[in-house]
């Protein structure tokens, strides 16, 4: 082993520039920082060979006087920071003064810069150690950055870069990335000689528009959530927009794009009542706070960070999110205007109903609805079981004033024993009936856990039922956690096992069914995990079992009485499997297949 020496100063960039620069990228990104600290607000890319053999980014920003271009190219040398005060609240995006001093060592570097009132720009070229004088150059104004063949003194590295097409790719990416942070720039981005992307400055929702698109944007959600110290804002998709990849992800941190698993995972929990699992939210968000309270030096480059209270901050945006996900179905169907007054009447009666106890959020309505012969199969206290309100008969009874129509409009008819066609003042509303009785059970099961136990049902005739020894030992050794979920479940043999009482708003579901399914819950992921981190997937299960099946007839006021309860629901628009409930055809498209007005 030899002796211990210090390494040469561009063998230390090199290696520097192993972390810092990755790929052309990496460059890129760290460019497009150093124009926006130096409050530029036009900015312009040119790429060739996916930045391989040219990567150059001119910006009109504040400038460098000549004699520092110099050590603006030295390692650790910057305007940012001066002491560990500024590191600890570091507010700029750059701040370690490693970025052109890496860059340098791992290519052909020219640097030009003018600052204002000055009578010339200068420019300085780097190539490895070897760096020139400052000479005179043609340029307005800002600061011209010019990197040629990437890599030319580090053949090892190169071999590691991708095909031009791959390259041009993640350069893409960077630019939008830094293009979304700073919405009041301009920015250009140009590719062997071809303009593609030209952005000019412009609100955070335009910029967010014009890098994701029309459809992102129609089908996306507003957050806009201020507090003391903290401002979430930006759009998140709504759950029908969800992609298979993370590829429609953006969170910044006082305008630093980070990957911070924190973050990630108070997103994923505000989404997972409402998203398939093997499906990923699209988002652009924003976090704005003190920087005293958030650290940016933990990642070379700078992609994470580390919060001083990450619970609260994780809390945070966690409701944020789940505030703006829980918009009912009445609240998304809402956009049409009052209609005229209307009466109720039902199959063959001739009284009047509001919806009685369907939610404090269901506003009373009367409409005329004329007589349809579609019938219950069921008993009167179906209607009870199944949605919890009140009887008919007394729904029948009270009479609503308000000229509103509300938002998922009026029952007409079942489809293939499967949806409720109804109608608003937009057109044609489609049903899903089981998956929205299934997010309304769900939700009245999560409300009633939180509030300490579900409230349970004893049978009349309690059930019997053949079970693995698995099942009953599983029973035996989780009869407080059952209780608390609604179930009173005990050995009665060595073979069986006794279904005594069932969770109340479940007490119409098969018995043995949803036993069965609960007790293989706990069996599996045990009955710590069952009431923490699997609480959700468990009380959708038993949601499932609860929800009004397909060929099951409805009468017109059991299909209204479930509108009612969508529309007092939060997240009804999606089932807790993130399929959608209900789903609007307006007259307009209506119209137009039956080609109407041609």
Same mark, same amino acid.
């Given at each position: 082993?030899?002796?211990?020496?210090?390494?040469?100063?561009?063998?230390?960039?090199?290696?520097?520039?192993?972390?810092?620069?990755?790929?052309?990228?990496?460059?890129?990104?760290?460019?497009?920082?150093?124009?926006? /600290?130096?409050?530029?607000?036009?900015?312009?890319?040119?790429?060739?060979?996916?930045?391989?053999?040219?990567? +150059?980014?001119?910006?009109?920003?504040?400038?460098?006087?000549? /004699?520092?271009?110099?050590?603006?190219?030295?390692?650790?040398?910057?305007?940012?920071?001066?002491?560990?005060?500024?590191?600890?609240?570091?507010?700029?995006?750059?701040?370690?003064?490693?970025?052109?001093?890496?860059?340098?060592?791992?290519?052909?570097? @020219?640097?030009?810069?003018?600052?204002?009132?000055? +009578?010339?720009?200068?420019?300085?070229?780097?190539?490895?150690?070897?760096?020139?004088?400052?000479?005179?150059?043609?340029?307005?104004?800002?600061? @011209?950055?010019?990197?040629? /063949?990437?890599?030319?003194?580090?053949?090892? %590295?190169?071999?590691?870069? +991708?095909?031009?097409?791959?390259?041009?790719?993640?350069?893409?990416?960077?630019?939008?990335?830094?293009?979304?942070?700073?919405?009041?720039?301009? !920015?250009?981005?140009?590719?062997?000689?071809?303009?593609?992307?030209?952005?000019?400055?412009?609100?955070?929702?335009?910029?967010?528009?014009?890098?994701?698109?029309?459809?992102?944007?129609?089908?996306?959600?507003?957050?806009?959530? =201020?507090?003391?110290?903290?401002?979430?804002?930006?759009?998140?998709?709504?759950? #029908?927009? *969800?992609?298979?990849?993370?590829?429609?992800?953006?969170?910044?941190?006082?305008?630093? !794009?980070?990957?911070?698993?924190?973050?990630?995972?108070?997103?994923?929990?505000?989404?997972?009542?409402?998203?398939?699992?093997?499906?990923?939210?699209?988002?652009?968000?924003?976090?704005?706070? =003190?920087?005293?309270?958030? =650290?940016?030096?933990?990642?070379?480059?700078?992609?994470?960070?580390?919060?001083?209270?990450? %619970?609260?901050?994780?809390?945070?945006?966690?409701?944020?999110?789940?505030?703006?996900?829980?918009?009912?179905?009445?609240?998304?169907?809402?956009?049409?205007?009052?209609?005229?007054? !209307?009466?109720?009447? @039902?199959?063959?009666?001739?009284?009047?109903?509001?919806?009685?106890?369907? &939610?404090?959020?269901?506003?009373?309505?009367?409409?005329?609805?004329?007589?349809?012969?579609?019938?219950?199969?069921?008993?009167?206290?179906?209607?009870?079981?199944?949605?919890?309100?009140?009887?008919?008969?007394?729904?029948?009874?009270?009479?609503?004033?308000?000229?509103?129509?509300?938002?998922?409009?009026?029952?007409?008819?079942?489809?293939?024993?499967?949806?409720?066609?109804?109608?608003?003042?937009?057109?044609?509303?489609?049903?899903?009936?089981?998956?929205?009785?299934?997010?309304? $059970?769900?939700? +009245?099961?999560?409300?009633?856990?939180?509030?300490?136990?579900?409230? $349970?049902?004893?049978?009349?005739?309690?059930?019997?039922?053949?079970?693995?020894?698995?099942?009953?030992?599983?029973?035996?050794?989780?009869?407080?956690?059952?209780?608390?979920? &609604?179930?009173?479940?005990?050995?009665?043999?060595?073979?069986?096992?006794?279904?005594?009482?069932?969770? *109340? $708003?479940?007490?119409?579901? /098969?018995? %043995?069914?949803?036993?069965?399914?609960?007790?293989?819950?706990?069996?599996?992921?045990?009955?710590?995990?069952?009431?923490?981190?699997?609480?959700?997937?468990?009380?959708? #299960?038993?949601?499932?079992?609860?929800?009004?099946?397909?060929?099951?007839?409805?009468?017109?006021?059991? $299909?209204?009485?479930?509108?009612?309860?969508?529309?007092?629901?939060?997240?009804?628009?999606?089932?807790?499997?993130?399929?959608?409930?209900?789903?609007?055809?307006?007259?307009?498209?209506?119209?137009?297949?039956?080609?109407?007005?041609?």
């Amino acid at each position: 082993m030899s002796a211990i020496h210090v390494l040469p100063d561009l063998l230390i960039n090199q290696i520097a520039a192993g972390e810092v620069v990755e790929r052309p990228a990496s460059a890129l990104k760290e460019l497009l920082e150093n124009s926006l /600290d130096a409050g530029a607000t036009s900015i312009t890319v040119q790429l060739a060979a996916g930045g391989t053999q040219l990567l +150059k980014v001119s910006d009109n920003g504040s400038g460098i006087v000549r /004699d520092e271009l110099a050590l603006a190219l030295a390692r650790h040398a910057t305007s940012k920071i001066a002491s560990l005060e500024d590191l600890e609240r570091v507010g700029s995006l750059g701040f370690r003064g490693e970025a052109l001093a890496s860059i340098a060592a791992v290519s052909r570097l @020219t640097l030009s810069s003018k600052r204002e009132g000055e +009578k010339h720009a200068w420019a300085i070229s780097a190539e490895g150690p070897q760096l020139t004088a400052a000479v005179p150059t043609a340029l307005a104004a800002g600061t @011209t950055v010019e990197v040629r /063949d990437l890599y030319f003194n580090t053949p090892a %590295r190169r071999k590691f870069l +991708k095909t031009e097409a791959t390259e041009y790719a993640h350069c893409e990416e960077a630019f939008r990335r830094i293009a979304l942070s700073c919405n009041n720039a301009g !920015f250009t981005l140009q590719h062997n000689s071809r303009t593609q992307w030209h952005l000019k400055a412009q609100s955070l929702d335009e910029r967010i528009i014009a890098l994701q698109g029309d459809d992102f944007a129609a089908a996306s959600i507003v957050v806009d959530e =201020d507090t003391t110290g903290l401002r979430l804002h930006g759009r998140i998709g709504s759950p #029908t927009f *969800a992609r298979s990849s993370r590829d429609a992800q953006y969170f910044y941190v006082n305008r630093r !794009f980070v990957r911070d698993k924190l973050l990630a995972h108070a997103v994923r929990q505000a989404y997972q009542d409402v998203l398939h699992h093997d499906r990923h939210p699209a988002f652009m968000l924003f976090l704005e706070l =003190d920087p005293a309270l958030v =650290d940016v030096n933990v990642h070379p480059a700078k992609t994470e960070v580390r919060f001083r209270d990450g %619970r609260a901050v994780h809390q945070y945006v966690f409701h944020a999110l789940s505030r703006a996900l829980a918009g009912t179905a009445g609240t998304a169907a809402a956009a049409h205007t009052p209609v005229p007054e !209307f009466a109720v009447r @039902t199959s063959g009666s001739s009284s009047f109903f509001t919806s009685g106890n369907l &939610g404090a959020s269901s506003a009373p309505f009367y409409r005329s609805q004329s007589a349809m012969p579609l019938q219950a199969r069921e008993s009167p206290a179906f209607y009870e079981t199944l949605f919890g309100a009140r009887n008919p008969t007394e729904l029948a009874a009270s009479v609503a004033t308000d000229t509103q129509a509300p938002p998922l409009g009026f029952a007409l008819a079942q489809l293939a024993g499967i949806y409720i066609l109804a109608e608003n003042e937009r057109g044609l509303i489609i049903v899903d009936m089981h998956a929205a009785h299934e997010r309304i $059970m769900y939700e +009245k099961l999560k409300t009633a856990l939180d509030a300490a136990e579900i409230p $349970m049902q004893p049978l009349l005739v309690p059930v019997t039922m053949n079970a693995a020894a698995l099942d009953i030992a599983t029973a035996e050794e989780n009869i407080a956690v059952l209780r608390q979920i &609604g179930f009173d479940v005990t050995p009665a043999s060595p073979t069986a096992l006794t279904i005594r009482a069932v969770p *109340a $708003m479940l007490a119409d579901a /098969d018995a %043995r069914n949803l036993a069965t399914d609960v007790l293989r819950e706990v069996r599996e992921y045990s009955a710590s995990r069952v009431l923490t981190e699997r609480r959700n997937e468990l009380l959708g #299960t038993m949601a499932c079992h609860a929800a009004v099946r397909a060929n099951r007839r409805l009468t017109v006021m059991e $299909m209204n009485a479930l509108l009612r309860d969508m529309e007092a629901t939060e997240r009804s628009g999606l089932c807790n499997h993130g399929r959608p409930t209900w789903h609007q055809i307006s007259v307009t498209e209506l119209d137009k297949l039956f080609m109407r007005g041609r």
